[in-house]
């Protein structure tokens, strides 16, 4: 991306606040926590975008997991497209997890060819006992069939999670004799190099989430 660190760099060091991510259980009832997941300093509404860039952008560990195809996946190594869109949850949620995915499938379609070429999006399923890598692809095709999965063992998932500011915690037991799996919510935005510098909370609306995606792919955001 282009060099725009002056000024923005300037306001960055100058004028903070701070943003509380909150953690969300996907749970039977549509229960949700407030518990806060990651506080971070972050320069004044600059960057024109709906979501938060981060000045200090998580980096992404090297964790083994499981595509749909039930092939290795390595989020970092393979995040190499301009922006990876990334979302933890499970396929049984009944509430959240739908949406944002809906969200994210909507915002998709606000762009045109070249755009969509230039975007991935991977679920990472916070749920590995009951989410095969079978399971996973009839239930991301639902909403984009370009849409990659991925499982693998719980500790390396919470593991990718944690360094991502994405708490992954088993929920209680359900009279049916599932679980609930409470996850934080938020949609992060990957680049090359094992860096998310993106983050959008589980509210922002496919419109605005489209467009960001639309101004990051264009270069018109600081530099991360």
């Avoid at 992060?188 to 995606?213: C, H, K």
Wanted: aromatic residues 6%; contains cysteine.
């Amino acid at each position: 991306m282009a060099d725009r660190r002056g000024p923005r760099r300037l306001v960055a060091a100058l004028v903070t606040v701070l943003a509380v991510l909150a953690l969300t259980g996907c749970g039977a009832r549509g229960q949700a926590s407030d518990s806060p997941v990651a506080n971070v300093s972050i320069a004044a509404d600059t960057d024109g975008l709906h979501g938060v860039v981060l000045p200090n952008p998580y980096r992404v560990p090297h964790e083994r997991l499981v595509d749909t195809a039930g092939r290795p996946f390595d989020l970092a190594a393979e995040a190499t497209k301009p922006l990876t869109l990334v979302f933890f949850g499970y396929t049984n949620c009944p509430d959240v997890c739908q949406v944002v995915m809906a969200t994210i499938a909507a915002s998709l379609v606000r762009l045109d060819a070249r755009e969509k070429a230039e975007v991935a999006m991977v679920f990472v399923t916070t749920d590995p006992v009951r989410d095969t890598p079978r399971k996973l692809h009839a239930y991301l095709d639902r909403f984009n069939p370009s849409f990659e999965g991925a499982t693998g063992s719980l500790p390396a998932i919470v593991r990718l999670g944690r360094a991502l500011a994405i708490p992954v915690e088993k929920g209680q037991k359900l009279a049916s004799g599932g679980y609930d799996v409470t996850h934080g919510t938020q949609v992060l935005g990957l680049v090359p190099g094992g860096r998310a510098p993106y983050v959008w909370t589980q509210g922002t609306d496919p419109g605005a989430l489209g467009d960001d995606i639309k101004k990051i792919l264009a270069d018109q955001v600081p530099d991360q």
